[in-house]
């Protein structure tokens, strides 16, 4: 009971401290891990997103992006350099999930709202219509 009482005291003193940094390699991390509720999965998903444009709808990419933001510390690498570089990566895919998320926003007002992109293709349909009239009209007699 002691032993308990004095893992859930260093839990949360070291989640109090700002140079707190989970791996899943320790006990303590799989407690604190549990303690969170933190599920790894999201990192496997964001990844899969952020590497096949379009898999992914704009709502998940957000969260996902949110999920990487929003965790403090290094879940796979050891050492501050390379804990470091495992945030500034984990950042990254957070941002190309943005983007990818932008970028779907875009064309889909590209698609469905843009009026000069409506315009641009209006006058492409006209333009060939009337190409194609001027090809068949010599055989019918109009």
């Given at each position: 009971m002691v032993q308990v009482v004095s893992a859930l005291v260093a839990i949360q003193a070291i989640?109090?401290?700002?140079?707190?940094?989970?791996?899943?390699?320790?006990?303590?991390?799989?407690?604190?891990?549990?303690?969170?509720?933190?599920?790894?999965?999201?990192?496997?998903?964001?990844?899969?997103?952020?590497t096949n444009y379009g898999m992914c709808n704009v709502d998940e990419l957000l969260n996902l992006a949110k999920d990487l933001e929003d965790y403090h510390g290094c879940f796979y690498e050891d050492g501050m350099e390379a804990c470091q570089k495992e945030i500034d990566d984990r950042?990254?895919?957070?941002?190309?999930?943005?983007?990818?998320?932008?970028m779907q926003e875009r064309m889909r007002y590209l698609k469905e709202g843009n009026l000069f992109a409506y315009d641009v293709q209006a006058d492409r349909d006209m333009h060939e219509r009337d190409e194609f009239i001027e090809r068949v009209s010599p055989g019918l007699d109009i």
């Open positions: 989640s109090a401290s700002s140079a707190f940094f989970v791996h899943h390699k320790t006990a303590l991390a799989r407690t604190f891990y549990v303690a969170l509720n933190f599920h790894p999965q999201s990192f496997e998903r964001a990844v899969e997103c952020a950042m990254d895919l957070a941002n190309v999930l943005l983007l990818q998320g932008e």
